[in-house]
């Protein structure tokens, strides 16, 4: 695969808008349905359709465990979907029409929890997997792209403008959110159904603007290592034990399921502990994230340019270490305490966007080349939302504890773990074994 341009020509400025464009398009699915409104409105859908007992079903499941269950269990079956779709994408290089036809999935069943109420909980998770499912696929394959688009030394500032570009789209629909729910009375409508408003038209926006990013994008011819590889199944057969001469590539992947978990479950599962444990309302959690979108965009853009001076792999560094004393901060945060939780939410703007544009950035340098899309399946089963340890571990802490601190407070483990694990990897080492030249700053 040849490199970009180092000054990009107007074929390649207008196809880099069209990729900006898509995490403008998906971004609003993480803030305003899988941070904001979802799983404390679902939490309350599985409340109203609990027994006698305050439990689910067979199982006895406790409604407040059950969004991190279902976001769990989205990522169990992502495991097997998310690197099919790379095998397939590099096998057929079809990567525009795949990439539209998952995102338009997702954006018909996010639009589809409109529909989701008087206890149809089982629905609502049916919904949210189906559209975690195809987020997380039509990921894999928005992801690949960024190899094609950047030279190693251009990859930090643009995966940092694209998480930018979706902390802009995504704070100016959750306003516009914000302000339907805080006027919901005057408009006449319920809580519910201002919620189930907010979720449909995130997936409205999704749909609508996925078709500007596909008309920008453009396929690219088949490596010939992948073409005469046969079916998908074969070729993600064949990619597992490729992998393993790639033990460093593995190493990073390891590093980054760790931490990538944690910063996944804060995300997902920040409303749910803002709710149900400092009893904050909706208004303040909304208020809170839409802070944290526009902090985000200076964070994103303003660790790019540390990534720049330092490398991508100490500022990352650095970021674990300011994820770890967010946790420790909001376990002692007072109930009801909005201020305090605005200022944690500002700590996590600054840092949200550095730790995910940087680590998929770092990650494209140890790809083999025609390799990008099956490599960003394996990747993209840790990222954004899709993480199943730290959900499962926030979840099966409160069931036996009843507390939600100590849930959050579990999820330390996930950032030290993944601390440790990314400082002892000799990334240069690494992108020279993947077959690839290391930036000047790694």
């Known amino acids: 695969m040849s490199a970009p341009q180092t000054t990009p020509d107007r074929a390649l400025r207008r196809e880099r808008t069209g990729w900006y464009s898509y995490d403008w398009a998906m971004s609003v699915f993480n803030t305003s349905v899988t941070t904001v409104f979802l799983g404390p409105y679902l939490t309350s859908v599985a409340r109203e359709a609990a027994g006698p007992d305050e439990r689910l079903g067979f199982l006895g499941i406790d409604p407040g465990s059950w969004f991190s269950f279902v976001l769990s269990f989205s990522v169990v079956a992502q495991v097997l979907v998310l690197p099919l779709t790379g095998a397939v994408a590099d096998r057929t ?15 018909a069943a996010c639009t589809g929890l409109f529909f989701v ?40 500032k643009v995966s940092s403008r694209g998480w930018a570009v979706g902390y802009v789209g995504g704070a100016l629909l959750l306003a516009v959110h914000l302000a339907l729910y805080v006027s919901r009375d005057s408009l006449g409508l319920t809580e519910g159904e201002a919620v189930r408003i907010c979720l449909a038209t995130a997936g409205l926006w999704w749909g609508a603007f996925t078709v500007f990013t596909v008309s920008r994008l453009r396929n690219r011819p088949v490596q010939a290592s992948a073409a005469h590889t046969g079916s998908g199944f074969r070729q993600l057969a064949t990619t597992l034990k490729e992998m393993r001469a790639f033990p460093l590539t593995l190493w990073f992947l ?48 303003g660790l790019g340019r540390v990534a720049a001076r330092y490398g991508a792999t100490r500022t990352v560094l650095g970021c674990l270490v300011a994820w770890t004393g967010v946790l420790v901060a909001a376990f002692f945060l007072q109930a009801g305490a909005a201020v305090q939780f605005y200022a944690l939410a500002a700590v996590i703007g600054l840092v949200q966007g550095g730790t995910q544009a940087l680590s998929r950035s770092l990650f494209s340098h140890l790809i083999p080349a025609g390799k990008e899309a099956e490599y960003y399946g394996f990747y993209e089963i840790s990222d954004r939302g899709t993480s199943w340890l730290g959900p499962l571990a926030f979840g099966l802490t409160y069931q036996f504890t009843g507390s939600y601190r100590l849930a959050i407070i579990s999820l330390v483990v996930f950032f030290v773990a993944g601390f440790v694990l990314l400082a002892r990897l000799p990334m240069r080492r690494a992108v020279v074994e993947a077959g690839n030249t290391p930036p000047e700053k790694l």
């Not at 290089?93 to 954006?107: I, Y």
């Not at 997997?129 to 251009?154: H, K, M, R």
């Open 117 to 156: 109420a008087d206890g149809r909980y089982l629905l609502g998770a049916a919904l949210f997997v189906l559209a975690n499912i195809s987020f997380g696929a039509a990921t894999v394959v928005y992801y690949s792209w960024l190899p094609d688009l950047a030279a190693p030394d251009e990859r930090d």
């Open 254 to 301: 390891g590093a980054y399921l760790l931490f990538n978990d944690g910063v996944q479950t804060v995300i997902g599962l920040s409303a749910v502990y803002a709710t149900e444990e400092l009893q904050l309302d909706q208004s303040v959690l909304t208020g809170a994230i839409l802070m944290v979108q526009v902090v985000a965009i200076a964070g994103a853009l």
């Open 93 to 107: 290089g079809r990567r525009r029409e795949m990439l539209a036809g998952f995102a338009f999935l997702g954006a």
